[in-house]
């Protein structure tokens, strides 16, 4: 079913951003582990965000009733509850993380993500990023790697799938790397 796919798609790609960005391996695609509820709740809340977003953009009704008359729409109410409860276990996440750092609490991996070195960057002399700002670029970059990496592993699926050569490579690779 495509919306089952699109999800695993979506957690997939949380869960390769959340271990580049905070060097957490949150394991949200995996059904055989157990997940985290705010993790998945940030992942639903990302994709309803953005779904009911694009729709918002390519709908005359919400664009004339919205964004020229200002009325707020049922349609954008939802988008912005599902931003807003990505924004806040975001800025959770990110609070805990940065508390963490700063009591030398972060685990190897922690240590070495994009927001502890974006954090250190930010205490150097001469920075003009504020901590706001970390804390910002680290959700969006959380929050965008949810549409657009799991957009971008939905096509290459679908090259796969037309493939039939390059699905025998790649099985015979991740046979012999197993």
Do not use: C
């Amino acid at each position: 079913d495509d919306k089952a796919l699109n999800l695993y798609l979506s957690r997939s790609a949380f869960d390769m951003f959340s271990s580049m960005m905070m060097g957490e391996y949150t394991e949200t695609a995996d059904v055989t582990t157990p997940t985290d509820p705010l993790n998945e709740r940030f992942v639903n809340g990302a994709v309803d965000g953005l779904s009911e977003a694009i729709q918002i953009l390519f709908s005359p009704y919400e664009m004339i009733v919205g964004k020229l008359l200002g009325f707020e729409t049922a349609r954008m109410r939802k988008a912005f509850a599902g931003f807003d409860t990505a924004w806040e276990i975001a800025q959770d996440k990110i609070e805990s993380f940065t508390q963490r750092k700063e009591k030398d609490l972060l685990t190897e991996n922690e240590q070495v993500s994009y927001l502890s070195r974006a954090l250190d960057r930010q205490q150097e002399e001469g920075s003009n990023v504020t901590v706001r700002d970390v804390q910002e670029l680290a959700f969006t970059g959380l929050f965008a790697a949810v549409d657009t990496t799991s957009s971008m592993l939905g096509w290459n699926l679908v090259h796969v799938a037309r493939l039939p050569d390059v699905q025998e490579k790649l099985h015979d690779e991740i046979s012999s790397a197993v």
